[in-house]
């Protein structure tokens, strides 16, 4: 069965250094989202990807956060400065178009 | 999009049906019901989902009352591996937005 991929698994930084986490959707999908969990809630939608193209970055923090998703297959995320804050673990999923999201298994970032 | 309510934790006896309900009041005709669910330290995985009719798969059963305002999800035998936090979520059918709550923290005990 296809999975969503996502590395590294695990991320220990010092605050103020950049960070960057990678996601390869499931084949054929043309939808990619990134989400942000904070230990003991529910993810949030970070930045919604449609191809290469944003379609919802509305809860991106554009000063520190980015994402890009160039050939509308895999994408990144990158933070930068890392702040104590952002420790969380960020969550890659794909979809076809209107239709079901699937995650990966997510990387976990502390910023110490 | 419509809010969901659940209740933030339940237990259940392995091998016991796991009956865990939403409560979704304000869902509009075209908007799906939509279960995921996350064990620790992973990523949330899909479920099950019903826009109108009950359905069924390997996993669970999800059973959506007439009026559309409550549902539930029934996993028929749990096990162990079943303890995860489960979220209902509704889902507009026009846009791919997910809007995850807290969920119900499901404890499967021996």
């Known amino acids: 069965e296809a999975e969503v991929a996502q590395s590294p698994r695990y991320k220990i930084t010092e605050k103020s250094q950049a960070v960057a986490f990678w996601c390869d959707p499931i084949s054929g999908h043309a939808t990619l989202y990134w989400y942000r969990q904070i230990l003991g809630q529910g993810p949030e939608l970070l930045v919604q990807?449609?191809?290469?193209?944003?379609?919802?970055d509305s809860q991106l923090p554009k000063d520190r956060f980015s994402a890009e998703r160039l050939k509308g297959v895999d994408s990144t995320l990158k933070i930068q400065p890392a702040e104590l804050g952002d420790s969380a673990m960020y969550l890659c999923?794909?979809?076809?178009?209107?239709?079901?999201?699937?995650f990966g298994p997510g990387t976990r970032l502390t910023v110490l | 999009d419509a809010k969901t309510t659940q209740p933030t934790s339940m237990d259940c006896a392995e091998g016991r049906a796991a009956n865990l309900p939403c409560n979704h009041s304000t869902i509009s005709g075209n908007e799906y019901v939509y279960w995921y669910r996350q064990i620790h330290s992973q990523g949330p995985q899909y479920i099950i989902h019903g826009l109108k009719n009950n359905e069924t798969n390997e996993m669970a059963s999800l059973i959506i009352t007439e009026d559309r305002k409550s549902s539930t999800l029934i996993l028929p035998h749990a096990t162990l591996r079943d303890t995860a936090v489960y979220y209902c979520i509704v889902r507009n059918v026009g846009t791919d937005k997910l809007i995850f709550g807290t969920g119900t923290r499901l404890q499967v005990f021996p």
């Open positions: 999923a794909s979809s076809p178009v209107r239709d079901t999201q699937y």
């Open positions: 990807f449609q191809d290469e193209s944003v379609v919802d």
